[in-house]
């Protein structure tokens, strides 16, 4: 029969409290730094935007005169570019999903397609950006135009997109499933009358927050050679435009010779993370309103 020393188990409870101990004030170090960090940015972007943003602001055109200039072309080039990227991440994105999760054979293949989703989801913007020039601005003829933008905006998103909806359709009851071919549906009615209704809750805040990080990218339109020009508001797709960040980029360049350039570029910036804020409150409650627990 084999004794426990009492006394090496209290050291070795004692090591590991301090190790504990230590670690979570680390944490919490960490935590408090990049909180003040926040704050101080927060701050400085406030206090420089103090007195640009009015109604004037946001409904007036680029200018080159900083007193007049305003981010409507801004701001309408931002929602003509998510008229194209939300539906094409929904439906690739879920569809996608749906496949394998519930119709791909566990296997190679399935483990194949599925590590490549993943590594996509880690490749920088920029990368993106490139393909974007490749596939559409040069190859395909497109141009520097909201189709083109939000193409690459897509593949950029699509993994995130992709990754959230199998998360959401796996954590569906398998019994869900079950009880619906028990009572004679097809796989497909499962899909659609079960599963799809179960996990859209997830799905929905996956592809919110997908579309957030779509509005704030600039490097692949950068690379698209997207303009901040005094342009016309676009009409359509196929129309040039401009977006929030590509703004808040050039103003920020333009600073160094003109100094309101840096007011307004703080003040888009204010307009932005409204926004940004406003679609992740949307994704926060629906999924606090829609799920459900079995």
């Known amino acids: 029969m084999k004794y426990i020393d009492a006394e090496q188990v209290q050291k070795k409870l004692g090591s590991r409290l301090v190790l504990n101990n230590l670690a979570k004030r680390l944490f919490f170090l960490a935590t408090l730094v990049g909180l003040v960090v926040l704050v101080i940015l927060i701050y400085r972007v406030v206090t420089d935007s103090i007195g640009?943003?009015?109604?004037?602001?946001?409904?007036?055109?680029l200018s080159t005169d900083a007193e007049r200039a305003g981010i409507m072309g801004a701001i309408s080039g931002t929602f003509w570019l998510m008229l194209v990227v939300a539906p094409i991440t929904f439906i690739?994105?879920?569809?996608?999903?749906?496949?394998?999760?519930?119709?791909?054979?566990?296997?190679?293949f399935q483990a194949f397609i599925q590590i490549n989703i993943s590594n996509l989801a880690g490749v920088p913007s920029i990368v993106f950006g490139l393909l974007g020039l490749t596939v559409f601005?040069?190859?395909?003829g497109m141009g520097a135009v909201v189709l083109a933008g939000g193409l690459t905006m897509a593949l950029l998103v699509l993994p995130v997109?992709?990754?959230?909806?199998?998360?959401?359709?796996?954590?569906?009851?398998?019994?869900?499933?079950?009880?619906?071919?028990?009572?004679?549906?097809?796989?497909?009615?499962?899909?659609?009358?079960?599963?799809?209704?179960?996990?859209?809750?997830?799905?929905?805040?996956?592809?919110?927050?997908?579309?957030?990080?779509?509005?704030?990218?600039?490097?692949?339109?950068?690379?698209?050679g997207i303009p901040a020009?005094?342009?016309?508001?676009?009409?359509?797709i196929f129309d040039k435009f401009t977006v929030m960040p590509l703004q808040i980029y050039y103003w920020t360049i333009d600073a160094a010779l003109v100094a309101e350039?840096?007011?307004?570029?703080a003040a888009t910036i204010v307009v932005l993370l409204v926004l940004l804020f406003l679609m992740n409150s949307v994704a926060i409650i629906i999924r606090n309103k829609f799920q459900k627990r079995y």
């Not at 640009?52 to 055109?61: A, E, Q, R």
């Open 92 to 108: 690739l994105g879920v569809g996608t999903a749906i496949y394998l999760e519930e119709y791909a054979k566990k296997g190679r």
């Open 161 to 224: 997109v992709v990754v959230s909806a199998q998360e959401a359709i796996r954590a569906v009851p398998q019994f869900l499933r079950d009880a619906s071919y028990g009572m004679g549906a097809t796989k497909w009615q499962t899909i659609k009358n079960v599963v799809l209704p179960a996990a859209l809750p997830g799905i929905l805040t996956g592809v919110i927050l997908a579309l957030s990080r779509a509005i704030g990218e600039t490097a692949p339109l950068v690379v698209l």
């Open 52 to 61: 640009w943003i009015d109604f004037d602001f946001l409904t007036s055109k």
């Open 229 to 236: 020009l005094l342009l016309p508001l676009p009409d359509g």
């Open 137 to 140: 601005v040069r190859g395909l």
């Open 261 to 265: 350039y840096a007011n307004l570029a």
